[in-house]
């Protein structure tokens, strides 16, 4: 398998979902501008999210993988397949026993995670009603994860990648054509969630047929736990689940803390998650979804010389398309921030405080990005503890420069304390890494951040030219001009930075790996 041509796969996806998910966003924006409708919605999405990225993206894609990819690596198809079975059964029955928990006790739960919404009389009763229709999402979209890492472990990455942009078309047609039909619009978006989220799980179901794979949900969930496969996965779980914890833990206190700061703050900053993950997904995640396959292959057959040879692959292409990208978020997020989401409700001011908080992202995108790569060296070695660890020190560093940096730039502290919190997170993975001598960096680095440095000099010069010498606000009533004026300046930021590299000599030839 190539593996470039595999990223190139996985984030040509990613980067059709994340076009669809700008698009969402913009219409929401047009349609609901920053206000307590969005406040509410944001809040209640972000509840099911958490529990998600514990049960699904998170803990359990940390723990599964590996121990899928060694079942049909040493164990055959049909042990793999009755792991599968038995793996779809657990969470299904446990999922939707916590989704019933869930919609019960809603109103505790958003008061959890956003009690500064009680001081607006309707946010609060819209973001608990929102959160009793979106819970059971968790059941749709953790047997959606499931089925994406049975997919992936068998190198078939293209569903998997496409499936979030069923999420982003249900949202915008229910924006377009349901919502104006409601007493309440918003709540159009939260019975999209539903459907984007059987949408998901149900689109992926023809690749796993063809593999033999598609999961069978039994009514014995006891028999079921009682799988060897299951109780290794569920052990390994234990400390992942407390791992995502500590970094959901921080994102919880910071929604809270945003829920304080006036109302607009948590959808501020909201829009800049939006823009920060487009890169963070199209390279960390799709980066990640290719290696961690690959690296749990090249542990069950002991060859630490290709572990460390793909670990250091991963790092430089991060390097390298990170790079542009943080530039890209921290000199030109106002450009950014207007073009995209500066139409109908959405003001001068939200452009000016998205800017501010996609800014200070940019600061420590290359850290939340690295993250996916360095992570998976450890749990592709079944070793979910030392992520643990570390997570739990970039906690308190996180929450400690909260009480720095939002006194001094509100919202925007926030996103800054959480790139700074994933920089230390990331060079602590790092050096756990070079400590057990799982990854032994390859030459030539020294030289690699020397090009890097020259041509990202280079860009954030013209970057900040074009940020300040063009009204971006002010072509509000252009927008035709304006998006065209974006489009061409990506284009000559992506020939200029690409072309510097290439007069300073840079090989691109590197990035053509293989893998069996």
Known sequence: MNLFRALLTVSGFTL???????????????????????????????????????????????????????????????????????MSTVLAWSLAILSIVGVAGASWVVFAVASGLRADGQAFPLAVAMTRIMFPYIIFISLTTLASGV?????????????????????????????????VPVYALAWAVIVGGLLQFLVQLPGLKKIDMAPRIGFNPLGALAHRGVKRVLVKMVPATFAVSVAQLSLIINTNIASRLGQGAVSWINYADRLMEFPTALLGVALGTILLPSLSKAHVDADAHEYSSLLDWGLRVTFLLAA???????????????????????????????????????????????????????????????????????????????????????????????????????????????????????????????????????????????????????????????????????????????????LMGFKYAYFRRRVK
């Open 151 to 183: 997919l992936n472990t068998y190198k078939s990455f293209s569903l998997p990648a496409f499936a979030p942009v069923l999420l982003n078309v249900a949202f915008i047609a229910a924006a377009v054509f349901v919502a104006p039909h409601l007493k």
């Open 16 to 86: 059709l979902s994340r076009v669809t998910g700008l698009a969402r966003e913009t219409l929401i924006a047009r349609a609901f501008g920053a206000s307590q409708y969005t406040d509410a919605f944001y809040v209640a999405f972000r509840i099911p999210n958490l529990l998600r990225r514990l049960s699904a993206e998170g803990a359990f894609s940390q723990a599964f993988v590996p121990i899928l990819a060694e079942f049909k690596n040493q164990q055959g198809h049909d042990a793999t397949k009755a792991l599968v079975d038995a």
């Open 324 to 502: 542009p990208s943080a530039l890209a978020l921290f000199f030109f997020a106002e450009p950014l921030t207007a073009t995209l989401f500066h139409y109908g409700r959405f003001d001068a001011n939200s452009v000016v405080m998205v800017g501010r908080a996609l800014a200070a992202y940019g600061i420590g995108l290359i850290g939340l990005i690295l993250i996916k790569i360095l992570a998976p060296g450890f749990y592709a070695k079944q070793d979910i503890k030392t992520p643990v660890k570390i997570g739990v020190g970039v906690l308190v560093v996180t929450q400690l420069s909260n009480y720095v940096f939002v006194p001094i730039f509100a919202h925007a502290g926030l996103t800054l304390s959480v790139g700074l919190g994933a920089c230390v997170n990331a060079l602590l993975l790092f050096l756990g890494l070079r400590k057990r001598g799982i990854y032994t960096p390859s030459s030539g680095w020294p030289h690699f951040f020397v090009q890097l440095l020259g041509a990202s000099l280079v860009l954030a010069g013209t970057m900040h030219w074009f940020a300040v010498n063009f009204d971006w606000i002010g072509l509000h009533h252009r927008p035709v001009e304006r998006i065209v004026l974006l489009a061409a300046c990506l284009v000559l930021f992506a020939a200029l930075y690409f072309g510097m590299l290439w």
